[in-house]
């Protein structure tokens, strides 16, 4: 069975930090590329960071660069996304998702369709 499970979410302060995980099983994890989305309410869901576990190939959206960090340790299927210097408009409902490296590109980077499987959310809030 085909899991991802997201956690590390919660409130915190403007500036403040918060490292979200996701939990890989079921799949073959270098086979995927692994991604964070976060959907705002209201909002659709977005693209934030994804990681090719592969190579370690890692790519954000324009948003979060420089405060935001995505890794993945293969031993364990795990990807982590270190989120520095958190603002308001971080807060959403955030998602981790696999797609099959075979159909990711890198110019398409976020295109949900692309993603096989999807994790059930953890809730950031960034209060001012």
């Known amino acids: 069975e085909v899991q991802l499970q997201a956690s590390g979410g919660g409130l915190v302060q403007t500036g403040g930090s918060l490292r979200l995980s996701c939990a890989a099983s079921g799949f073959t994890f270098d086979d995927y590329v692994i991604g964070w989305f976060r959907q705002a309410p209201g909002k659709e869901r977005e693209g934030v960071s994804c990681?090719?576990?592969?190579?370690?190939?890692?790519y954000y959206a324009d948003s979060v660069k420089g405060r935001f960090t995505i890794s993945s340790d293969n031993a364990k299927n795990t990807v982590t996304l270190q989120m520095n210097g958190l603002k308001p408009e971080d807060t959403a409902v955030y998602y981790c998702?696999?797609?099959?490296?075979?159909?990711?590109?890198?110019?398409?980077?976020?295109?949900?369709?692309?993603?096989?499987?999807w994790g059930q959310g953890t809730q950031v809030t960034v209060s001012s």
């Open positions: 998702a696999a797609a099959p490296v075979t159909r990711w590109r890198v110019r398409r980077q976020f295109i949900r369709g692309d993603y096989d499987y």
């Open positions: 990681i090719k576990t592969s190579d370690g190939r890692s």
